[in-house]
């Protein structure tokens, strides 16, 4: 139960002074309330003394608009835009009321403002997490005809970010992320120019291909990683988003994120309250880093299913068999990845249907029923001989999605999304279609897929929920106004995962869509994890991990050990380089064992047992990266401490190969520069150990001057050398 500390209502705008502070552990953030003008934020960045707080004014900083109305600002785009029932396009919105609440981890700000004429309230809503660091955003819009006593008409809502946040011109670079399938999480650093710079996805389904919903901002010129102040912020949506940076001629640039306004008008009858997804953000002067930091912290604490909880060692099947599923297949892959020291397995697509038999990509979707030619004895068999293996079970499901060719689009043509009066746009397999979770009848499908497998199969441990088509046709036959379709799909989708977690409170879920089309905060909420990319290639792998981790920390990135020729770039990677990248994740492997060699698969067995060892530390741990592989210095590093820097796991991978290069040694990060670390070498093929293998060096000399690593290549036969040249030390304080 919240308690109230403050409140003040005014039912006028009056000539009132109003300023509210919410201050977390080392930030401050500053919030003009005034009821003489709309919401403002006066300040947010370090952490502010209550003197200087109340010299802001005196110092020069003046309030910026928070929840800017069309046309307000002129050049730059609004917040919010509305059509009132009479056509008037304009908003003149004054504070009105103020609350202050504390919640168990911060405080809560709600500050209520109103139009001077027309029957429009908005309130917007100002959260801080204390010890993490981060702050939340969001605002509710109501239609308040009823209650202001005027005439009971609809308005239409054009636009409706989540909030914004003033930006002070100087030296200040952004970094935004860009991509497609197989290439997810790719970094775009570049000034921040004159003009609006816009970062949009209207996928409909996955919104983390193209782009991702995220932004850092440095303050302090070109980002550095542990360095510099950092702004960062990350929009909590599942669907179609907007990034927008408007930069004219005022002292302020604004970056303000929200659902995309494209298509996405919403209808507010009398009495109706739209409200919008939350905008995370946070401040660090410890560079890129720190505010990854306070991410992770954040997530793993309030946003991530099952966040204190490590992850398992996994053997998935895809790469492995493809849709050959089949009980001898299966078995064997569990009995191998058990011997490895693996603690899941997870069958992939190919084990459903039964008029469409799940053989290729283009049948059986929404018949999620054993095909029992391929298992003939059920999924219960398959959950008794993992069992007998001592390991847990998992398998894949894409409950979103149909084919026209499965026995669900026969019977119920009327769940997929499809625009009236036009032929049906197919995507994958030229035949799946999106399922309109809009519809409560869907809901409930979709419910009762998760349902049925788990009241059969009580033991199954964890569900690989895949995406694999956007909304490529914008139609519901339900909606009235085809405009809600994405605020339809999306609330319904998490009603219905909301009704899963509820039921099944402990089941591990993986958030696929086609690779990492779900990498955001708008749905880890209900995930435990979401798979970086279909891409398994370990070099690239390093920089997708990289993007990716600038917001979500390494428990919840699914990286895996794949075969060689790798099945997307047919780049072949040394068995150990594959390891030491998907190590610094959650560790897993996506592979035959049965085509592997015994040598092979015992330097994977080791592996697994050191994944072990560090996974607190790598799952758990506050992560500093080091040296960026898109500095192309030719070397990417990283490091994960323990909180209580008892230990760390250090990580360098040598990029390129062009013969005479020279690369930085690499000065770590984040240790007690008072206490000693030994170092130990993880996966190590050398035939000699590094120099310093087994020695001890402080805190203070390894971040102030580094490990030199020599040799950069590996030092092994001549017939085991390559290209390629990894290293993972482990550091444990003496």
Known sequence: MKKIISLSLLLLCGPMFAQTVLNTEHTSLVVDNDGNRPLGIIFFGPRLGADDAAGLAAAGYGPVKA??????????????????????????????????SEWEGGKLLTVTSRDRHYPVTVRNFFK??????????????????????????????????????PIRVGNVWTVTQYGSWGNEGTLLTEPLARGI??????DGVRNGHTSRAEAMISLDGKPQENSGRVIGAALEWGGNYVLEFNCFNSNYATFQAGVCPD??????????TLKTPALAYSFSDEGLSGVSRNFHRWGRKYRLAHGNVERKVLLNSWEGVYFDINEPAMDGMMSDIASMGGELFVMDDGWFGGKYARITDDRGLGDWFVDRKKLPNGIGWLVKRADAHGIRFGIWIEPEMTNTMSELYEAHPDWVLHAANREPVTGRGGTQLVLDLG?????????????????????IDYIKWDANMNVREYGSNRLKHQSHLEMAYWNGLYATLDRIRTKYPD???????????RANWGVLPWFDEFWVSDNTDALQRIYMQWGSSYFFPAMAMASHISAVPNHQTHRAVPLKFRCDVAMSARLGMEIQPSRMSEADRDFCRKVIADYKRIRPVVQFGDIYRLVSPYDDLGIASLMYVAENKSDAVFYWYRINSLYGSRYPRVKMQGLDPDRMYTVEELNRIDDKPLSFEGKSFSGKFLMENGLEIAPVVHDVRSDLKSDYASRVLYLKAN
């Open 439 to 459: 519809n409560p009848a869907v809901q409930d499908f979709v419910f009762s897929v998760v349902d049925n497998l788990m009241t059969e199969n009580p033991d």
């Open 507 to 517: 089941l591990t879920i993986q958030a696929c869509a086609s690779g990492g089309g």
């Open 67 to 100: 929840y800017s109305a069309y046309c307000d600002e002129g050049e730059s785009s609004c917040a919010i835009s509305i059509t009132q029932a009479d056509g008037n396009r304009t908003l003149d919105l004054c504070v009105v009321g103020t609350e202050v």
């Open 197 to 202: 710079r816009m970062v949009k996805n209207i």
């Open 128 to 165: 801080s997490y204390g010890k993490e660091d981060v702050f939340e955003t969001w605002a509710e819009i109501s239609n308040d005809a009823v209650a202001r006593k005027k005439a009971s008409s609809e308005i239409v809502v054009n636009r409706y970010m989540s909030g914004t946040l």
């Open 263 to 272: 298509n996405s008008e919403y209808h507010l009858a009398a009495g109706e």
